[in-house]
């Protein structure tokens, strides 16, 4: 890939000017998107956390008529354009994009039409498409990301559960941001040996104090909008209200939307794609299976995560009798 500047002149994305910027969809999740751009030698952040004024920045720029998610990354991306980039930064704002009914197609679309009406200069969109799957970064790329979702989602659930279930809450938090360095740090150097720091985690994790063993503790589903279950503007309110009743909150995965798009492509709208885009597809989705499988072996042995795969098909038979799947 390769950036075009404002100017007309072409950027490779590993130039040090180059900086993709990742939106707000839940902090672990957007801080691995981040470290497995660095992993591949792009310059990346994270947007500050959503705010009020982030929301109101938002429908400054939007008819207040569209969904949260799309009001929230229009707000966060003109903040950071406008009073966080550095001078002589060439920004991508990171925003995938998908078929079927819901709007996120029409994001990228909606952004790049707030940055040319704002004139903003040496800022685009960089999108990835459902379309494929999400494979436009390449394969092996493709599965250092699905490797960071499934991390980010269970490391998410580890983090609610220590608000619960921790002795010392405090100290459980700051143990928790340590071993969550440690995992980012693994993927901003590529991913290697991220087997082996999982499982130094998952033991530094387990030596925290618990006042009741996470099998024991009350538990409740966070599910609905992929965006707004992990977006902490949109549902952390909810998740630490719960926590102060004793109530673990899991929010329901990432890699859920992840499933259902392989299933989207390869069993309802398979006609846009080769038999070989298919087969491709089939094999990653066996590797994918098998590395959430071990990652989420590991990482229960912090006794903070019972290891649930997510199982797509019994989520489509439950669904059925409302929604086609």
């Not at 704002?118 to 999108?127: G, M, P, W």
């Not at 499934?150 to 941001?177: G, H, K, S, W, Y």
């Not at 259902?260 to 990653?284: C, F, M, N, P, T």
Request: net charge positive; charged share 25%.
């Amino acid at each position: 890939s390769v950036y075009v500047a404002s100017d007309g002149s072409r950027h490779p994305l590993t130039d040090p000017n180059v900086k993709v910027v990742c939106p707000s969809m839940g902090r672990t999740l957007s801080e691995v998107a981040s470290a497995a751009f660095q992993g591949l030698g792009v310059r990346s952040e994270v947007v500050p956390l959503p705010d009020t004024k982030t929301l109101n920045e938002g429908r400054a720029n939007t008819c207040c008529k569209e969904c949260l998610p799309l009001i929230l990354s229009t707000g966060s991306m003109v903040e950071y354009a406008e009073r966080r980039r550095k001078e002589g930064e060439l920004s991508l704002y990171f925003m995938p994009t998908a078929t079927g009914g819901c709007r996120i197609a029409q994001y990228a679309v909606h952004l790049n039409r707030v940055i040319k009406k704002r004139e903003i200069e040496n800022l685009a969109t960089f999108s990835l498409a459902s379309k494929n799957s999400y494979a436009g970064l390449g394969g092996s790329v493709a599965v250092t990301m699905l490797k960071g979702i499934t991390v980010a989602d269970v490391m998410d659930d580890i983090r609610n559960a220590l608000r619960v279930l921790a002795v010392e809450p405090r100290n459980a938090d700051e143990v928790f941001r340590e071993q969550w360095g440690r995992i980012l740090a693994c993927f901003a150097r590529g991913g290697k040996g991220l087997y082996r720091v999982l499982n130094q985690v998952a033991g530094e994790l387990a030596s925290i104090p618990l006042k009741l063993p996470a099998a024991e503790a009350k538990r409740v589903l966070l599910a609905g909008e992929v965006f707004v279950r992990k977006d902490e503007f949109s549902s952390q309110a909810v998740v630490e209200s719960l926590a102060r009743r004793g109530i673990v909150v899991q929010r329901a995965p990432m890699l859920e939307w992840i499933h259902y798009v392989d299933y989207w492509v390869q069993h309802i709208d398979r006609k846009r794609l080769s038999l070989g885009a298919q087969l491709e597809l089939k094999i990653r989705a066996v590797m994918q299976n098998k590395m959430e499988r071990k990652i989420k072996r590991i990482l229960a042995r912090s006794g903070l995560y019972q290891g649930q795969m997510t199982d797509l098909e019994a989520v489509l038979e439950a669904g059925e009798h409302f929604v086609k799947h």
